[in-house]
């Protein structure tokens, strides 16, 4: 046997001892020991392979070579570099995990107000005035809670013509004027059967402890007495009438003329007298009758002012010449007469404006109202201005042929006497003019 195959049992029974060795090193050095036998195997294995023994002396007796097979030391030093070195332990949630339920807070949301719709009551005037016609004087007494709303005047506020209050009775509330009949800036008018004196209840309110602001709107009653000149003198009480917003007058034979703010659908009174500009004001003129034949109502002429001064400057005549509405005509708006209904009422609608010289933004109405027998023909009429002609609310349009120039009495009215129909003054306002946006 030659020295190369003696040399290659010796490296394999070295070998073996380092394995029989290696049981008792510690884990790292077995890793290394392990990588230098398998490189020592390997060497071996070649050895042999090349140069393989002539003779065999004695392989029977000798152990058989135990190898294992490993992965060569540089791949298994290339696998350990590569592996990433773990400084942190894994760690593994054990058991189900608790969803969370909080949330970002949200803001709050605000009630919405339900839709109510605006329900329009038609005003009852306070009964908070009494009159007393006597023979050489008149009194008047006035509820200190003169619009039934549970605040109560000053007496300083409130005045007949311009006499002050005389009086006050602390326990029921009531002020009381006493003075004769030809004081109080009285008018008397005298007719065939009746002397009527007429007063002025004036309730100006001021502002409120200094400050610049009022609660309440002023007010004007009109107040009257009547003495028979036929007959004996005696009392005789008038209960004075009063509606918010609107000024009524008492004509001859207890006629009651007025001029009212009305609801857009024409069933009640108007209870507030603001307006924004492109709105439409409903007003109605009409006029009571009592133990008379029937009246037919027209509106002779109208004038708006930014005060409760029919002579005032600026003023802006809308209904001129007998009854004919001229608004539109100026100004292309959609003012006009409505057909009418009732004799004794006439409806009108007028666009809202304002003066654009005043310093405020309200309007007064001053119309001239007459009232003739509605079984009569007439020279007043109730025409309108559309579509570049003029019609009638009354139904007859040739009556309004004369609009564009100048209107008189007709051939067959001139005859009528002059004692059949009654002519009274309205006032209406104030009116409140807002713009639109």
């Not at 539109?328 to 009108?348: C, E, H, I, Y």
């Amino acid at each position: 046997m030659g020295f190369r195959a003696w040399f290659s049992v010796v490296l394999v029974l070295f070998g073996i001892g380092l394995q029989i060795q290696a049981k008792t090193l510690p884990d790292w050095f077995k890793r290394e020991e392990q990588d230098r036998a398998g490189l020592s195997d390997w060497s071996a294995h070649s050895l042999l392979e090349e140069d393989p023994p002539e003779e065999s002396v004695g392989e029977s007796s000798l152990p058989e070579p135990q190898s294992t097979v490993q992965e060569p030391v540089r791949k298994a030093l290339k696998k350990r570099a590569q592996e990433p070195v773990s400084l942190q332990s894994k760690q593994t949630l054990q058991g189900p995990v608790k969803q969370l339920s909080w949330r970002f807070p949200r803001m709050p949301e605000k009630p919405k107000e339900p839709e109510r719709p605006l329900v329009l009551r038609e005003l009852v005037p306070a009964n908070s005035v009494a009159v007393r016609c006597r023979e050489a004087d008149v009194q008047v007494e006035v509820n200190r809670d003169f619009f039934g709303t549970g605040q109560l005047i000053h007496p300083a506020d409130l005045s007949l013509g311009d006499c002050a209050v005389t009086g006050e009775d602390p326990s029921d509330q009531v002020l009381v004027f006493e003075y004769e009949l030809h004081r109080c800036d009285g008018k008397i008018q005298v007719t065939p059967d009746e002397l009527v004196y007429s007063f002025t209840l004036q309730y100006a309110p001021k502002a409120l402890n200094g400050s610049p602001i009022i609660k309440t709107n002023g007010a004007t009653v009109d107040i009257q007495c009547h003495y028979p000149r036929e007959h004996n003198v005696s009392s005789d009480a008038l209960m004075p009438t009063w509606v918010p917003f609107a000024a009524t007058k008492a004509a001859e034979e207890v006629l009651v003329f007025s001029l009212r703010l009305m609801t857009d659908d024409w069933e009640f009174e108007r209870a507030i007298n603001t307006y924004y500009l492109g709105s439409v004001l409903h007003i109605e003129a009409s006029v009571i009758q009592y133990n008379h034949v029937p009246l037919r109502v027209f509106a002779h002429s109208c004038v708006a002012t930014a005060v409760p001064d029919v002579n005032a400057s600026p003023r802006y005549s809308f209904i001129e010449n007998h009854g004919c509405l001229v608004d539109a005509k100026l100004t292309g708006s959609g003012s006009r007469f409505l057909p009418r209904v009732q004799d004794n009422r006439l409806q009108f609608e007028l666009e809202a404006f304002r003066f654009a010289q005043a310093e405020g933004t309200t309007i007064y109405i001053t119309c001239k109202l007459v009232a003739t027998a509605a079984s009569t023909d007439s020279d007043h009429k109730s025409c309108s201005f559309s579509d570049d002609r003029w019609t009638s609310a009354d139904g007859n349009d040739q009556m309004c042929r004369c609009c564009d120039s100048t209107c008189g009495p007709t051939r067959k009215t001139r005859d009528v006497s002059a004692d059949e129909q009654w002519v009274s003054e309205a006032v209406l306002g104030p009116m409140l003019i807002k713009d639109a946006y």
